[in-house]
Antibody, heavy 127, light 110 residues
């Protein structure tokens, strides 16, 4: 069974740092693109960051660029999000999400959708 | 990355059909077929309902269908049921930039 379990969220002061972790199980992390998505209280979903299976491609939302760093350790089956210079507007539940594949006559291809999500870890930035 | 535009709310009676629109630009929704839809009940994790514009994952009811015309994608729920009451979000991949979600639509079953 595919499982994603986030951890590391807590109350932190503005300007502080936090490292979120996402433990993956039930599948081989190596083959998959991974993402972080967040949801502020009472608000909609906001995509945060993407890391390709090869680590060659890494993207960030403009709102976190230069402050957040995504990384992965396939040997340990973990995805991470290093969050620095935190602001009140970063307060949200943070989800890790796996990307699914498409399939055609040629085989499988990256299809850029989120097929599995973790339960989320809450981050509160406040003094 | 500006959020894709969705109506704030859509409502319908049980058994009716409703359609939720998701409007973007030629750089996202209109640029490829990597548009997906997610259902989120209050306090729950988002659930994938549609991927690649119109593909339904196994286990998702065939009452849910997706389509796209130019820069606007749509999710249609037919035979509306009480359990369909939830928030719905579209999402699009943006080449070399990542993803963008829609503003979200609250579906109410009257």
């Amino acid at each position: 069974e595919v499982q994603l379990v986030e951890s590391g969220g807590r109350l932190v002061n503005p300007g502080g740092s936090l490292r979120l972790s996402c433990a993956a199980s039930g599948f081989t992390l190596t083959n998959y693109n991974l993402n972080w998505v967040r949801q502020a209280p009472g608000k909609g979903l906001e995509w945060v960051s993407f890391i390709s299976s090869s680590r060659r491609y890494i993207y960030y939302a403009d709102s976190v660029k230069g402050r957040f760093t995504i990384s992965r350790d396939d040997a340990k089956n973990y995805l991470y999000l290093q969050m620095d210079s935190l602001r009140a507007e970063d307060t949200a539940v943070y989800y890790c999400a796996r990307e699914g594949f498409g399939e055609d006559s040629s085989g499988y291809y990256y299809a850029y959708y989120f097929d599995y999500w973790g339960q989320g870890t809450p981050v509160t930035v406040s003094s | 990355q500006s959020a894709l535009t969705q109506p704030a709310s859509v409502s319908g009676s049980p058994g009716q059909s409703i359609t939720i629109s998701c409007t973007g630009t030629s750089s996202d929704v209109g640029g490829h077929d990597y548009v997906s839809w997610y259902q989120q009940h209050p306090g729950k994790v988002p659930k994938l309902m549609i991927y690649e514009v119109s593909n339904r994952p196994s286990g998702v009811s065939n009452r849910f269908s997706g389509s796209k015309s130019e820069n606007t994608a749509s999710l249609t729920i037919s035979g509306l049921q009480a359990e369909d009451e939830a928030d719905y979000y579209c999402s699009s991949f943006i080449t070399n930039r990542g993803f963008v979600f829609g503003t979200g639509t609250k579906v109410t079953v009257l």
